[in-house]
């Protein structure tokens, strides 16, 4: 059974299209996340939300807006897709979020978004 | 400001040999994890290693272990008996307290293993 999984997995589209990419996790975590890489590589948080409660925004424009039904969902949407976008978003969860936790957040596979 | 530096954008290591992948991060935190993720061409994050702030000896993981000196903020990773399938990107990352549990990434270093 895949822990984390995304759809979907590649993402080609025009700009100025609204897109969306699910996630789920059945491993019975509380917390799951959004991380976008960019073309060299970089990882950064995005999102994240506790048992369906956000908890985190990291500075993203207001076109991107996560929703989660229920704590083992996290979806993102985006509006008005821009060259910027293009990138690899990952989702990943997590059992706990204490910093000295020691229970790793486990990722999706990525879905590698290109707009053009 | 919570921060991840990783100072090697690559390397090179000849099969069967150790190699060590240098992390250094800054934290006012008292409790932290530091974390080792993997990721090979294919494009999924494998998790490979913790070390916690208040872990007295380094963690290890098969022919993985950590480096961890705290004093001086850094927790190298060190790879035992290199592998053709060890060529990858590897991240270090961490998790301070009270930050929702986010993970805080290096910019990587890509291990090129060769035979």
């Known amino acids: 059974d895949t822990a984390v999984s995304q759809t979907p997995k590649y993402l080609v589209t025009q700009m100025g299209n609204d897109k969306s990419i699910k996630c789920e996790q059945n491993?019975?975590?509380?917390?799951m996340y959004w991380y976008k890489q960019d073309s060299k590589k970089f990882l950064k948080i995005m999102f994240s939300y506790n048992n369906k409660e956000l908890i985190i925004n990291e500075t993203v424009p207001n076109r991107f807006s996560p929703k989660s039904p229920d704590k083992a969902h996290l979806n993102l949407h985006i509006n008005s897709l821009e060259l910027g976008d293009s990138a690899v978003y990952f989702c990943a969860s997590s059992q706990d979020t204490s910093g000295g936790s020691s229970y790793e957040q486990y990722f999706g596979p990525g879905t590698r978004l290109t707009v053009t | 400001a919570q921060k991840i530096t990783q100072t090697q954008p690559g390397m090179f290591v000849q099969e069967k040999e150790a190699v060590t992948l240098d992390c250094t991060y800054d934290t006012s935190d008292p409790s932290y994890g530091l974390f080792w993720y993997k990721q090979p061409s294919s494009g999924e994050m494998i998790f490979l290693i913790y070390q916690g702030s208040y872990d007295q000896q380094n963690a290890t993981e098969g022919r993985y272990s950590l480096n961890f000196q705290k004093a001086r903020k850094s927790a190298n990773l060190v790879i035992s008996a290199s592998q053709l399938g060890d060529s990858a990107m590897y991240f270090c990352?961490?998790?301070?307290?009270?930050?929702?549990?986010?993970?805080?990434f290096g910019q990587g270093t890509e291990l090129s293993v060769k035979p």
């Open positions: 990352a961490m998790r301070g307290g009270g930050q929702g549990g986010k993970l805080i």
């Open positions: 491993l019975g975590h509380d917390t």
